[in-house]
């Protein structure tokens, strides 16, 4: 492929021959040096010195001495003259977005000549347009004009208040900005730019260094580049090569030759001033491509899928497009990236027998695992707690995530699960540090940082422990996780010198803010072999570079080009009547890269996807449909690509109950001695699938730690607080004289739910430490005090009773048939005598009914969740029965402690949906109760009738094994 570097470097050769060596070829980036480098290698014949090649910035840079300063170093300058002036008392971290905003647009003022003076005056305070600004034109003073009479100085709102408050003084902030910089001799771009057109206006020499400087696929110039290449032209110092979109040129041209009057093409908005003022050499052959490229346009139905359309263009290639070692020859094939969150996405969707890759751009820090995982020791040093007594304690939610980070959980994997196990299964809400300092790598980690001097220490000191610890796993390539650890040592370096420098002490939370701001703008740069492999860039890595097969992703209007202009408080109407670069400048600049870059390609892939996410809109970008109106419709296609989606009706799904099933169930069988729970069987009949998981499998959920008050330890709570509170009265007659001396006793209350809450969440933490019932769980102690306490009044109401047992445990032992015994067991949570019945009560914290048709409804699935209660203090009262043999009146009763402040019944009822319903007695269920529970209990253990899936699905919401079964 004759590509345009090529051609240039075989231009230049054949014109000069060895004279090439004084030559200075400056680029508009880096990766185009290097290929032309490579080009001019293969044309010599006899060992030469090869031409300087440097990019425009460098370029610039030679001819100062001031060296330029990183941005944070200048956002910290801007920063201390900006509060000199405004005195806003505004902290340094959040400053640095509107400095950066600044520092850009000074950055503008300087590199197109613009006055800041004349840019920052505030027109109200002027009646007319003076002679300073005789440069502009009717049209331009009169926008400028239009802009201001918008504000009223008798009706300002509060916005535009504050805009010319800041506005009227930018202009000394950029006075004094410049002062500061040149005490300190260091700068910015700009200043440089400006100076080498100053001093060419003022005739000094510019002391060039070259014979001749050649200029190459440059296209926006600002107009201290026009400057500098109209003094280079007129003293014949510069050759000028341009590389642009001919057919669009030709078009533009074509129409002036027929007296239209020509759109100029976004594409060649520049190229044609360009080609008028600064002419390449006469004899210069332009490399055009006779054959207009093959372009598919194709639509996705997501971003994932765009990975397997690279996949599958990779693996369609031309066999030709590959080397002797089977790599796709350099210069030949690109995938280019519109969007750099999408280049992890894409090298894991190229294919496997390409082994050589070649990334030429930069990847956001702030997406990288990385920086995850220093935001994670950030939140972990926030939330610490240094107790007086001298121990430092880890909050869980900050403990975990570090141990099962993707850069640590690998380095010892088992110290960090037995760890996060130990955590886990003592429900450890705060932990100590010393538990966790089991390694030196966890010693590192977690330790108090007092100060934001030692915070830079302690980061560094983990990210080199990490970055050392991956050089022993050898087995998996990490080379692109060690790069992200690297850049991230560089920047808690570079912001640590920063501040010793300029002798700013800082909080820890000032320090963590200001690198969370300072990674959000950096990018991380890959390195690798350029002239090798597969090429993976960025739109604007792709200037003056060619390549014969392309794909080119999120070609979305919004991502390319972008929508937003760039963040200027240089209002639109001033940039644009003052010459500064506005939104259609940068869509010009984005149009001539896109065209650019496809024109001497061969095929050439674009995608977009076309689902609306987020902020994106799902339409394709301009320059798409600029192809499918003006682009010939035999060199165009369009194509779809949806993802496979394998929609089927979900299989029943049982399990038969084979020798080891029926094994396990036999457990509950005389003459084994399992107990089935009352619980167990609510299971079975909401689920016989869900039953099996549980006890048959054991298949147990994983425990998490539990801080705040879920239902189930809700119930627990106060079930333990009525136990303790009635367990001095247990076998005697309570009367409403009981129930007031212990409603006084509110330190007693207290004193047993505080024990309650102990026992569940600060059992791991010594007294001395934390005392103090944290956050939301305040509130709910007071929510539970307040149930206990009513629910004490509605038993003044139902007194006397005599309580015969609290957590009462009881078991029987049932025959279902000639040889089946069942065990039947669990804990009634009270039993008294009313009125000479014997009352079965269960606490309810959930909710449920009341009152039931018949007894078959008991048993079903879709009914028995609402009567679970019902079900199971009659299974109760049943055994209770069977074990005492008594004649005595069993009566199941039910305190629902939702209801509890409307109601102080705990009777049951059972009757007909609408109608008179009686209360509830074993007596009147009895036969037709246990009928119904043998049934089903022959049913459980017998080995023909298989688990199977609950047919009622709401039975499966909140289930903890519904991924399991799909249901």
Known sequence: MDTFLKELATYYYNTYQTKITDF?????????????????????????????????????????????????????????????????????????????????????????????????????????????????????IKVIKSFWASFNPNKLSEHQTDFVKIWEKLDDVYEEFNKRLHLKNICYEGQIYKTIANNIDNKEPLNIKHPKIIFVAFNALNRCEEKLFHHLRITDKADFIWDYTPWLLNANQMKKSMHETPTRAEAVHFMEDNLINFPAPSNWKFPENKTLPNIEITSVASSTTQTQVINQFLKNIDSESFDSKNNIKATETAVILTDENMLLPVLHGIPKEEKSINITMGYPMKNTPAYGLIELIFELQKNCRKTKQGKTWFYFRNVLPILTHQYLEPLDSKTHQKLAKD??????????????????????????????????????????????????????????????????????????????????????????????????????????EPLKGLQVMGILETRALDFENLVVLNMNEGVFPQTGATNS???????????????????????????????????????????????????MSRFLFQLKYEYPSDKLKFSTVSEDLNISNTPTFFVEKDEKVMNILSAYLLPNTKKLSP?????????????????????????????????????????????????????????????????????????????????????????????????????????????????????????????????????????????????????????????????????????????????EDLFKQEKHKKLKAIFQTLLYSSILQENEKSPQTYIPGVVWVKKIFTSNDYSLKKGPARGKAETLTLNMVKDEFKDTLFTHLEDLFNANVAFKQTTHIDNCKNCSYANICGK
């Open 24 to 140: 200075c070829f400056v680029f508009p980036g880096r990766r185009a040096c290097l290929f032309f480098k490579e080009h001019l290698k293969k044309m010599v014949s006899e060992p030469i010195w090869a031409p300087k090649t440097l990019t425009i910035n460098e370029f610039i840079q030679d001819f100062s001495t001031i060296p330029v300063a990183d941005k944070l170093t200048l956002d910290f300058e801007l920063y201390q003259v900006y509060e000199d002036i405004y005195k806003t008392g505004v902290s340094f971290d959040d400053f640095l977005p509107w400095g950066e905003i600044i520092l850009n647009d000074f950055d503008d003022i300087d590199k197109y000549r613009a006055d800041a003076k004349q840019v920052y005056t505030n027109l109200l305070a002027i009646k007319e347009i003076e002679d300073d600004y005789s440069f502009l034109s009717e049209d331009q």
């Open 423 to 528: 955590i886990v299964s003592k429900n450890k809400t705060y932990i100590e540090a010393s538990e966790l300092q089991c390694t030196h790598l966890l010693t590192s980690i977690f330790k108090y940082i007092d100060s934001s001097e030692n915070l830079s220490e302690y980061l560094n000191h983990i990210l080199f422990t990490v970055y050392q610890s991956f050089k022993t796993l050898t087995a998996v390539d990490t080379s692109i996780e060690k790069e992200f650890i690297y850049q991230s040592y560089l920047l808690v370096n570079h912001i640590s010198d920063l501040l010793k420098n300029l002798s700013i002490s800082i909080k820890n939370d000032t320090w963590i803010k200001l690198y969370k701001r300072s990674a959000e703008m950096q990018s991380i740069p890959f390195s690798g």
């Open 569 to 619: 408080l240089i209002p639109y109407v001033l940039r644009n009547a003052f010459n500064l670069p506005t939104i259609e400048h940068q869509d010009a600049i984005f149009a001539y890269y896109f065209y650019r870059l496809i024109h001497r390609a061969k095929n050439v892939r674009l995608l977009y996807n076309s689902a609306a996410q987020g902020m994106q809109s799902g339409e």
């Open 679 to 855: 619980s167990a069987l609510s299971t079975y009949f909401e689920c016989p699938m869900r039953f099996y998981y549980k006890y048959v499998t054991k298949a147990h959920e994983p425990d998490e730690v539990t801080e705040d008050i879920d239902p189930r330890i809700f119930g627990t709570l106060f079930h333990e607080a009525i136990e303790k509170l009635y367990l001095n009265l247990l076998n005697q007659e309570i009367k409403s004289e009981h129930i007031d001396l212990i409603l006084k006793d509110k330190k007693k209350i207290d004193g047993i739910l505080h024990e309650s809450f102990e026992e569940y969440f600060t059992h791991t933490i010594d007294n001395s430490d934390f005392k103090d019932i944290q956050g939301q769980n305040v509130l709910i102690f007071d929510i539970i005090k307040k149930y206990i306490i009513q629910f004490l009044k509605a038993e003044k109401e139902n007194a006397p009773f005599t309580l015969l047992g609290l957590e009462k445990v009881v078991n029987a032992e049932i025959k279902i048939n000639s040889s089946t015994i069942v065990n039947l067991g669990g804990t009634i949570d009270r039993l008294d005598e009313k009125d000479g019945s014997i009352r079965v009560i269960d606490y309810k914290t959930g909710a449920g009914d009341d009152k039931f048709s018949n007894i």
